[in-house]
């Protein structure tokens, strides 16, 4: 039998290594798995709108795909901060995409009540699945991807975004161009 002491440890092991996942991958330290940048380009997502589509639509543009829910509270505390980097990063050729897992209505009354100014598509069942293949193991949100224009992802970051680390990934993308 295992007693409180051995349990407890182990909870703080398990917890400390699951921090350091998330730190690994904010740090840039775990990259996307291959197959990773197929699967983005072939997956398709449904706008607000109804009509099916993928992300090729933004191709030869830096992307900032972020993937969120309308019940997960760091995704919505990150919305507003995705608003002003699309503002302020557009004129470089940059464009923020939110991919919702969540039911269409719901979505789309969010989006309105948060006058949300960037493009929203819905995931469909097999999004958890898409998360997994992009290296998001355990299909945590928000997940955010940085792509370059070639379609290629160039950076993700697991959990709430800060605009420094999102920066600090498009940067190097915008001198390119």
Same mark, same amino acid.
């Given at each position: 039998?295992?007693?409180?002491?051995?349990?407890?440890?182990?909870?703080?092991?398990?917890?400390?290594?699951?921090?350091?996942?998330?730190?690994?991958?904010?740090?840039?330290?775990?990259?996307?798995?291959?197959?990773?940048?197929?699967?983005?380009?072939?997956?398709?997502?449904?706008?607000?709108?109804?009509?099916?589509?993928?992300?090729?639509?933004?191709?030869?543009?830096?992307?900032?795909?972020?993937?969120?829910?309308?019940?997960?509270?760091?995704?919505?505390?990150?919305?507003?901060?995705?608003?002003? $980097? !699309?503002?302020?990063?557009?004129?470089? /050729?940059?464009?923020?995409?939110?991919?919702?897992? *969540? =039911?269409?209505?719901?979505? &789309?009354?969010?989006?309105?009540?948060?006058?949300?100014?960037?493009?929203?598509?819905?995931?469909?069942?097999?999004?958890?699945?898409? $998360? !997994?293949?992009?290296?998001?193991?355990? /299909?945590?949100?928000?997940?955010?991807?940085?792509? *370059? =224009?070639?379609?290629?992802? &160039?950076?993700?970051?697991?959990?709430?975004?800060?605009?420094?680390?999102?920066?600090?990934?498009?940067?190097?993308?915008?001198?390119?161009?």
């Amino acid at each position: 039998m295992i007693s409180r002491r051995e349990l407890l440890a182990g909870l703080g092991v398990a917890t400390v290594a699951a921090l350091g996942g998330v730190w690994l991958r904010q740090s840039g330290g775990i990259k996307s798995p291959p197959g990773a940048d197929l699967a983005l380009r072939e997956a398709r997502f449904t706008g607000l709108d109804g009509q099916v589509t993928g992300l090729e639509q933004w191709s030869n543009r830096i992307l900032i795909c972020n993937f969120w829910a309308t019940w997960c509270a760091p995704c919505r505390e990150e919305i507003p901060l995705l608003m002003q $980097l !699309r503002s302020d990063l557009q004129r470089k /050729g940059v464009e923020v995409v939110g991919i919702a897992f *969540d =039911q269409a209505e719901k979505v &789309a009354a969010f989006a309105k009540e948060m006058q949300i100014s960037y493009p929203v598509l819905l995931a469909d069942a097999g999004g958890i699945g898409l $998360l !997994r293949k992009l290296g998001n193991p355990s /299909g945590g949100l928000p997940f955010t991807l940085v792509i *370059d =224009q070639r379609g290629a992802i &160039a950076g993700q970051v697991l959990g709430l975004i800060t605009a420094q680390k999102i920066l600090d990934l498009v940067d190097p993308l915008t001198n390119k161009i």
